[in-house]
């Protein structure tokens, strides 16, 4: 079997700025720091599937419409 | 940067002053700033290696309490922890035991070399004599937990 490889994007950034929300305030809502928040909006950092969810809430969005996985090639 | 980062960069200068404090309390070779230390170690009494190891915990100890209670008192690095904070730490934790391992096993291969092809006395560092024993492992830990260090700014950076 193959090991499928890829990464985790996601549309935070978009979505926070259209909401007019800070770093912070998404941060102190989902329960992480600011940093952290950067880091996933950055793609540095793929969350847990437990704060993935917690965001998406915080958007009332589903969860595909925050994040994505793509594959490599 | 965060506060942990903060915190991780004095303690890395923290640790690199206590590794030149004692490197140059027990070596010799290359004098810089009036102070030598380099390549041989310089056999001591019980009394002076003594000294050395409680300023050493002492250093390290008042080091980390300023760095704690006085430099991050308003801002708890406790605060500011959650799961990608948790990563790093476990991530930085690995690498630190590593270095430790390969650490010590370099001083295991090192001294039973030494012992087994008798070229102990023109060795540079002579990990047998107490002071050489004290100068390796210390030196062991405090690389072990400037790895650790260096390797939390790293995952700051890239995760």
Redesign the interface.
């Known amino acids: 079997m193959s090991k499928a490889t890829g990464r985790v994007r996601n549309h935070i950034r978009e979505l926070r700025l259209e909401r007019g929300a800070s770093q912070q305030e998404l941060a102190d809502e989902v329960?992480?720091?600011r940093?952290?928040i950067n880091?996933i909006e950055q793609e540095?950092?793929s969350?847990?599937l437990e704060?993935a969810f917690r965001i998406a809430r915080f958007f009332k969005r589903d969860f595909e419409d925050v994040f994505r996985f793509t594959k490599d090639g | 940067m965060?506060a942990r980062e903060k915190r991780t960069w004095f303690k890395l200068a923290l640790w690199s002053f206590i590794i030149f404090f004692l490197w140059m309390r027990l070596t010799d070779g290359v004098t810089i700033l009036g102070q030598s230390f380099g390549p041989s170690v310089i056999d001591q009494d019980v009394v002076t290696l003594l000294w050395t190891y409680g300023s050493i915990g002492g250093m390290a100890a008042i080091g980390q309490l300023i760095i704690r209670s006085v430099l991050f008192a308003r801002n708890p690095v406790e605060e500011?922890l959650?799961?990608?904070?948790v990563?790093i730490e476990r991530k930085s934790d690995q690498v630190g035991y590593w270095v430790g391992v390969g650490g010590i096993n370099l001083l295991i291969v090192h001294a039973l070399l030494s012992e087994r092809f008798k070229f102990r006395e023109n060795m540079p560092l002579d990990f047998v004599s107490p002071a050489g024993i004290l100068l390796s492992l210390l030196t062991v830990f405090m690389v072990q937990e400037i790895a650790r260090g260096i390797s939390i700014l790293l995952l700051?950076r890239?995760?």
């Open positions: 329960g992480a720091s940093q952290t880091a540095k950092y969350p847990s704060l | 965060s500011e959650d799961e990608r904070n990563f700051y890239r995760s």
